[in-house]
């Protein structure tokens, strides 16, 4: 099992900037790629970016390009998302998730999921 604990959720105005964190423990050495997803009030669970624990390759979806930055930290088994230029759009809860595979990774399925932290752009 790997367990995972976001933090850095907040209220910001537009155009301004979070950093989320990501903890991850338990069977850390079984994850592949860790991600960060969104779920905003009456949209369904987004992707929003993921990192690869080797090699440190990254993704994104197309409306977060340029504006966030996913970063694993291997040492501290942590990944973070730096958020900036929010926009009002980004208003949703953030969840962390860990996938042990490519194919988790490659679908969107991941196996281990934080409880979440919230994130409010006010405009």
């Known amino acids: 099992q790997v367990q995972l604990v976001e933090s850095g959720g907040g209220l910001v105005q537009a155009g301004g900037s979070l950093r989320l964190s990501c903890a991850a423990s338990?069977?850390?050495?079984?994850?592949?790629?860790m991600g960060w997803f969104r779920h905003a009030p009456g949209k369904e669970r987004a992707f929003v970016a993921a990192v690869t624990w080797s090699g440190g390759s990254t993704y994104y979806t197309d409306s977060v390009k340029g504006r966030f930055t996913i970063a694993g930290d291997n040492a501290k088994n942590t990944v973070f998302l730096q958020m900036n230029s929010l926009k009002p759009g980004d208003t949703a809860v953030y969840y962390c998730a860990a996938t042990p595979s490519r194919y988790g990774l490659a679908t969107g399925r991941y196996d281990y999921w934080g409880q979440g932290t919230q994130v409010t752009v006010s405009s």
């Open positions: 338990g069977r850390t050495f079984s994850t592949y790629a």
